[in-house]
Protein backbone atom coordinates (compact mmCIF):
# COMPACT_ATOMS: atom_id res chain seq x y z
CA UNK A 1 0.00 0.00 0.00
CA UNK A 2 1.49 3.71 -1.32
CA UNK A 3 -0.03 7.02 0.47
CA UNK A 4 0.51 9.99 -1.62
CA UNK A 5 -0.34 13.51 0.01
CA UNK A 6 0.37 16.70 -2.41
CA UNK A 7 1.31 20.23 -1.65
CA UNK A 8 2.42 23.05 -3.17
CA UNK A 9 0.15 24.42 -5.55
CA UNK A 10 -1.81 27.51 -5.51
CA UNK A 11 -2.48 30.93 -8.05
CA UNK A 12 0.15 32.33 -9.76
CA UNK A 13 0.10 34.69 -13.00
CA UNK A 14 0.93 33.88 -16.72
CA UNK A 15 4.60 33.50 -17.23
CA UNK A 16 5.07 32.36 -13.24
CA UNK A 17 6.56 29.45 -11.59
CA UNK A 18 5.13 26.50 -8.78
CA UNK A 19 6.66 23.37 -7.37
CA UNK A 20 4.97 20.62 -6.21
CA UNK A 21 5.59 18.26 -4.35
CA UNK A 22 4.48 14.30 -3.35
CA UNK A 23 5.27 12.37 0.08
CA UNK A 24 4.85 9.41 -0.39
CA UNK A 25 4.37 6.71 2.27
CA UNK A 26 4.65 3.19 2.63
CA UNK A 27 7.46 0.55 2.62
CA UNK A 28 7.57 0.12 -0.90
CA UNK A 29 6.98 3.59 -2.23
CA UNK A 30 10.63 3.30 -4.07
CA UNK A 31 9.80 0.82 -6.25
CA UNK A 32 7.73 2.58 -8.22
CA UNK A 33 7.43 5.04 -10.80
CA UNK A 34 5.79 8.22 -10.54
CA UNK A 35 3.76 10.07 -11.87
CA UNK A 36 1.94 13.58 -12.30
CA UNK A 37 -1.55 13.36 -13.93
CA UNK A 38 -3.74 16.76 -14.27
CA UNK A 39 -7.60 17.45 -14.80
CA UNK A 40 -9.16 20.87 -15.85
CA UNK A 41 -12.86 21.52 -15.58
CA UNK A 42 -14.99 19.23 -17.83
CA UNK A 43 -11.85 17.45 -19.19
CA UNK A 44 -10.40 14.05 -18.79
CA UNK A 45 -7.24 13.73 -16.16
CA UNK A 46 -4.51 13.61 -18.70
CA UNK A 47 -0.67 12.74 -18.48
CA UNK A 48 1.68 15.44 -17.21
CA UNK A 49 5.36 13.92 -16.67
CA UNK A 50 6.75 10.22 -14.97
CA UNK A 51 10.34 9.21 -13.37
CA UNK A 52 11.00 5.94 -13.21
CA UNK A 53 11.81 4.29 -9.92
CA UNK A 54 15.73 4.82 -10.47
CA UNK A 55 14.94 8.40 -11.74
CA UNK A 56 17.33 7.72 -14.62
CA UNK A 57 14.55 8.03 -17.13
CA UNK A 58 12.22 11.06 -17.24
CA UNK A 59 8.85 11.28 -19.37
CA UNK A 60 6.50 14.63 -20.54
CA UNK A 61 3.71 15.77 -22.55
CA UNK A 62 4.40 17.79 -25.25
CA UNK A 63 2.40 20.66 -23.74
CA UNK A 64 4.94 21.09 -20.63
CA UNK A 65 8.21 19.91 -22.41
CA UNK A 66 10.96 22.89 -21.92
CA UNK A 67 8.67 24.34 -18.97
CA UNK A 68 8.17 21.25 -16.33
CA UNK A 69 10.86 19.35 -14.48
CA UNK A 70 9.97 15.94 -13.01
CA UNK A 71 12.66 14.72 -9.99
CA UNK A 72 12.73 12.73 -7.28
CA UNK A 73 14.55 11.86 -4.00
CA UNK A 74 14.34 7.98 -2.80
CA UNK A 75 15.79 9.02 0.25
CA UNK A 76 12.86 10.85 1.19
CA UNK A 77 10.11 8.77 -0.99
CA UNK A 78 9.42 12.47 -2.63
CA UNK A 79 8.26 13.60 -5.83
CA UNK A 80 8.72 17.10 -7.01
CA UNK A 81 7.35 18.98 -10.67
CA UNK A 82 8.76 22.10 -11.14
CA UNK A 83 6.81 24.22 -13.12
CA UNK A 84 7.92 27.28 -14.96
CA UNK A 85 6.42 29.48 -17.65
CA UNK A 86 3.20 29.07 -16.29
CA UNK A 87 -0.04 29.92 -18.90
CA UNK A 88 -3.70 29.62 -18.28
CA UNK A 89 -4.28 26.09 -20.37
CA UNK A 90 -2.26 24.95 -17.43
CA UNK A 91 -4.79 25.55 -14.81
CA UNK A 92 -6.31 22.18 -13.06
CA UNK A 93 -6.25 19.82 -10.19
CA UNK A 94 -2.77 18.49 -10.33
CA UNK A 95 -2.87 14.58 -9.22
CA UNK A 96 0.35 12.41 -7.86
CA UNK A 97 0.44 8.96 -9.27
CA UNK A 98 2.71 5.71 -8.79
CA UNK A 99 2.85 2.97 -11.19
CA UNK A 100 4.76 -0.98 -10.93
CA UNK A 101 4.61 -0.84 -14.72
CA UNK A 102 6.05 1.03 -17.34
CA UNK A 103 3.30 2.08 -18.92
CA UNK A 104 3.85 5.29 -18.06
CA UNK A 105 1.70 7.54 -19.96
CA UNK A 106 -1.47 5.42 -19.61
CA UNK A 107 -3.71 6.59 -16.42
CA UNK A 108 -5.16 3.21 -16.33
CA UNK A 109 -1.53 1.94 -15.32
CA UNK A 110 -1.50 3.72 -12.26
CA UNK A 111 -2.47 1.85 -8.69
CA UNK A 112 -2.42 4.88 -6.19
CA UNK A 113 -2.66 8.30 -6.76
CA UNK A 114 -3.22 11.16 -4.07
CA UNK A 115 -5.77 13.76 -3.45
CA UNK A 116 -4.52 16.72 -5.56
CA UNK A 117 -3.80 19.86 -5.35
CA UNK A 118 -5.50 22.82 -7.16
CA UNK A 119 -3.12 25.25 -9.71
CA UNK A 120 -4.67 28.37 -11.34
CA UNK A 121 -2.59 29.90 -13.32
CA UNK A 122 -4.85 33.63 -14.28
CA UNK A 123 -3.66 35.66 -17.28
Known amino acids: QVQLVESGGGLVQAGGSLRLSCAASGRTARNYAMGWFRQAPGKEREFVAA????????YYADSVKGRFTISRDNAKTTVDLQMNSLKPEDTGVYYCAATATTYYYARSQYDYWGQGTQVTVSS
Open 51 to 58: ISRSAANT
